[in-house]
């Protein structure tokens, strides 16, 4: 475990290539089930390069009307469908947290594909930590601070590493930069998964 910053904790290798492989056969079921989308910026309408779906009761969502956590896929209207028993378990083990997540949002990285930086601020639930884990091809991962112009440092981050975002980083600023495409052999093709479990709702 690497602490990369007051509550944003780097866990390299955390899952094995049997569990990866396990958790990518689930991954599938929920794409099948709920297929990828194309998210798009508020106001703007400008497509994101990151495709995505969910999974769990809500799953977050992008349009011109806002960004917003909602029961059903905004495509289909289909309700999401649960959150796989092997991402619950990383929860469970990492999260330190006595209540379970409702979104499992799933984004989908091609070789052009980026997230620029921003901060995860939608949910209401800012005591409980993020849980990411990434499968498929490396990236560049790169985070900063609470401002958005502060300094920032970067990490590549591999098939198989978690990271914890919490405490004092849970509203860190931070993005991807760019894929390293053809760096695992998970996936059928190139590409990168990312899985990232959000608790949204506040308790208590
Ligand atoms: C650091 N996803 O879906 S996950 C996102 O790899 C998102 O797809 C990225 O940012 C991805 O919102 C990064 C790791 C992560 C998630 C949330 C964070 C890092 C974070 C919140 C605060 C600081
Ligand atoms: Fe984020």
Excluded at 120 to 149: H, K, M, T, Y
Excluded at 175 to 200: C, F, H, K, M, Q
Aim: proline share 7%; hydrophobic share 35%; net charge neutral.
């Amino acid at each position: 475990m690497i602490e990369l910053a007051p509550g944003l904790t780097h866990v390299p290798n955390y899952l094995d290539r049997a569990q990866q492989q396990a958790m990518v056969d689930d991954v599938r079921a929920v794409v099948r089930a709920a297929p990828l989308f194309v998210p798009t910026m508020p106001r703007t309408g400008k497509p994101f390069s990151v495709r995505m779906t969910n999974c769990g009761t809500l799953g977050w969502v992008s349009d011109r009307g806002g960004y917003r956590y909602q029961p059903h896929h905004p495509a289909t209207g289909q309700p999401w469908s649960p959150i796989p028993s092997t991402v619950m378990r990383a929860w469970r083990d990492l999260a330190a947290c006595a209540v379970e997540p409702e979104a499992c949002l799933v984004n989908f990285y091609d070789r052009e594909a980026r997230m620029g930086l921003h901060r995860d601020a939608d949910e209401q639930a800012l005591d409980a930590p993020v849980i990411s884990l990434s499968l498929g091809d490396d990236c560049l991962f790169r985070f900063g601070g609470l401002e958005r112009n502060g300094p920032t440092k970067s990490i590549r981050l591999q098939s198989g590493d978690a990271v914890v975002i919490g405490g004092a980083s849970r509203l860190c600023y931070h993005g991807v930069d760019r894929l390293y495409p053809g760096t695992s052999t998970l996936l059928a093709g190139e590409g990168r998964i990312n899985l990232t479990l959000r608790r949204i709702a506040q308790t208590g």
